[in-house]
């Protein structure tokens, strides 16, 4: 299978389409937003296919680094979408100090982009998207991989790994952590071999959060009812009400 430009443009149509559908429905933003944010990734790769593979361009050096600004903010999206499946009081005593996390990764992962090899290093040759020699989308497997300049800094993505499935699983939002890893880097591992490829397949398949969102049955079972540490976090004097 190989995928163009046309198919993510078609992906990244009904995905803008879905969240629309949603917003129309009277969802809440927290629910519309973030796979809006998601499929952007692909209506940026759908532009990036018209010069994929022309390293040395500029356009897509540009297109290249946009995908990974992209990267960088979405555990504010993942955590915007995992915090509407916990307590609602929960939610609101968290998300400023869960954004502020996400603030904080945003910036760690930016800054891999940062050009001062002598003060941050150079990544690990063999991780994804790490480059010594050129920043650049190119055909992967099937789908756009890219290398990327990178920075030894927050070497692995680990802000990002920490922000966006560990964080959530913190909170209690432990269903849709698992989730979006079954249908992100888990999948994406079985259909390409190439770790630089692997971030984009990743973005693709998380169309699948669509899915999730527009069917409230499927999404019924993402919800969390109990969480441990909801005790400390919940109005002192709140009793828990017993779940159904």
Same mark, same amino acid.
């Given at each position: 299978?190989?995928?163009?430009?046309?198919?993510?443009?078609?992906?990244?149509?009904?995905?803008?389409?879905?969240?629309?559908?949603?917003? /129309?429905?009277?969802?809440? *933003?927290?629910? @519309?937003?973030?796979? +809006?944010?998601?499929?952007?990734?692909?209506? !940026?790769?759908? &532009?990036?296919?018209?010069?994929?593979?022309?390293?040395?361009?500029?356009?897509?050096?540009?297109?290249?680094?946009?995908?990974?600004?992209?990267?960088?903010?979405?555990?504010?999206?993942?955590?915007?979408?995992?915090?509407?499946?916990?307590?609602?009081?929960? /939610?609101?005593?968290?998300? *400023?100090?869960? @954004?502020?996390?996400? +603030?904080?990764?945003?910036?760690?992962?930016? !800054?891999?982009? &940062?050009?001062?090899?002598?003060?941050?290093?150079?990544?690990?040759?063999?991780?994804?998207?790490?480059?010594?020699?050129?920043?650049?989308?190119?055909?992967?497997?099937?789908?756009?991989?890219?290398?990327?300049?990178?920075?030894?800094?927050?070497?692995?993505?680990?802000?990002?790994?920490?922000?966006?499935?560990?964080?959530?699983?913190?909170?209690?939002?432990?269903?849709?952590? !698992?989730?979006?890893?079954?249908?992100?880097?888990?999948?994406?591992?079985?259909?390409?071999?190439?770790?630089?490829?692997?971030?984009?397949?990743?973005?693709?398949?998380?169309?699948?959060?669509?899915?999730?969102?527009?069917?409230?049955?499927?999404?019924?079972?993402?919800?969390?009812?109990?969480?441990?540490?909801?005790?400390?976090?919940?109005?002192?004097?709140?009793?828990?009400?017993?779940?159904?």
């Amino acid at each position: 299978m190989c995928w163009n430009g046309w198919a993510s443009s078609a992906v990244a149509i009904a995905g803008f389409s879905s969240a629309y559908f949603l917003r /129309k429905k009277g969802q809440p *933003k927290e629910i @519309y937003i973030p796979p +809006a944010y998601f499929v952007l990734m692909e209506g !940026l790769q759908a &532009v990036t296919y018209t010069v994929v593979g022309s390293c040395g361009n500029p356009i897509n050096t540009l297109l290249t680094d946009l995908a990974i600004v992209h990267i960088s903010f979405q555990p504010f999206f993942i955590n915007m979408l995992g915090m509407e499946f916990i307590d609602p009081q929960v /939610k609101q005593r968290i998300k *400023k100090y869960v @954004y502020a996390i996400c +603030a904080l990764t945003a910036a760690f992962c930016l !800054l891999r982009l &940062v050009p001062a090899p002598g003060l941050l290093g150079r990544c690990e040759l063999g991780t994804p998207m790490c480059s010594h020699l050129e920043t650049c989308a190119y055909r992967g497997q099937w789908h756009i991989g890219w290398h990327v300049l990178l920075n030894g800094f927050n070497e692995r993505w680990r802000w990002y790994v920490f922000a966006g499935f560990l964080v959530p699983i913190v909170y209690g939002s432990w269903k849709w952590s !698992l989730y979006h890893y079954i249908v992100g880097p888990f999948l994406a591992s079985l259909t390409t071999t190439d770790v630089n490829e692997r971030p984009a397949v990743w973005c693709l398949l998380s169309t699948c959060i669509i899915a999730l969102l527009v069917n409230t049955r499927v999404r019924n079972y993402v919800y969390v009812k109990r969480w441990y540490l909801w005790k400390y976090a919940r109005p002192r004097g709140l009793v828990e009400e017993p779940a159904p």
